[in-house]
């Protein structure tokens, strides 16, 4: 597709169950982020790979989050134990080496019940 | 800590007129001010961005004003359509483009 694409659009999840969510970036974009937003904020950073290599992870709220994208394209940010806090939409985005625009996804909503 | 955020959470304005929505920022330091719309349902969508070495900027319909003497931002659209009404954010990126973003503006078009 042209654009950042992520998978589900919707997830509800009971407390305590664990989630995955799937991003997949603009083909041959080597950065990706991963946002988290609450309702009426804006998005607030989790983790930034460049290729396959987790460069920041100083967003993720706690050790319950964990991102990955082993080759360097497709990312899973998955969430363990999921607490009713975690419900938000999770934004992923990707953008050129070097770039300045980031390229949002539509982002899946996560309701934790 | 640094922050980035928006003087008016909601503004509504006449289809055809002029809005200016606001942003203030904290981080002396920043060098890089992007502004995105965010439709309901939908990830924020680049709309133009600036250098801090730059003061003034513009788009298709928009501008963007930096005034780094009050770490002010603004983004004027004009002549606004219903298709303007959205969420707009102002965001501050620190290398390599990790995002730190306001709060947000609603802005409603009124026909």
């Known amino acids: 597709g042209a654009g950042v694409s992520q998978s589900p659009r919707y997830k509800v999840a009971k407390r305590g169950q664990d989630v995955a969510l799937r991003c997949d970036p603009i083909?041959?974009?080597?950065?990706l982020f991963w946002y988290q937003q609450a309702l009426g904020q804006g998005p607030e950073f989790l983790t930034y790979?460049?290729?396959?290599?987790?460069?920041?992870k100083s967003g993720l709220p706690s050790d319950r989050f964990f991102a990955e994208r082993p080759e360097g394209s497709v990312s899973t940010l998955k969430i363990q134990r999921t607490q009713q806090e975690d419900s938000a939409v999770y934004l992923c985005?990707?953008?050129?080496?070097?770039?300045?625009?980031?390229?949002f996804g539509q982002g899946t909503r996560l309701t934790v019940v | 800590g640094e922050s980035v955020g928006l003087h008016l959470p909601t503004l509504s304005v006449q289809e055809g007129d002029n809005s200016i929505i606001n942003c203030a920022y904290s981080?002396?330091?920043?060098?890089?001010f992007i502004w995105y719309k965010q439709e309901s349902g939908k990830g924020p969508q680049f709309i133009i961005d600036?250098?801090?070495?730059?003061d003034k900027r513009q788009g298709q319909r928009v501008t963007v004003l930096l005034n780094k003497t009050v770490k002010h931002l603004s983004l004027q659209i004009a002549a606004t359509q219903p298709g303007d009404s959205a969420v707009y954010f102002c965001?501050?990126?620190?290398?390599?483009?990790?995002?730190?973003f306001g709060q947000g503006t609603r802005l409603t078009i009124n026909p």
């Open positions: 981080n002396s330091a920043s060098d890089y």
């Open positions: 600036i250098r801090s070495n730059m």
């Open positions: 083909s041959g974009h080597v950065s």
């Open positions: 965001a501050e990126a620190t290398p390599p483009q990790k995002l730190v």
């Open positions: 790979f460049q290729n396959e290599a987790q460069l920041d």
């Open positions: 985005a990707s953008s050129q080496r070097g770039g300045t625009e980031a390229f």
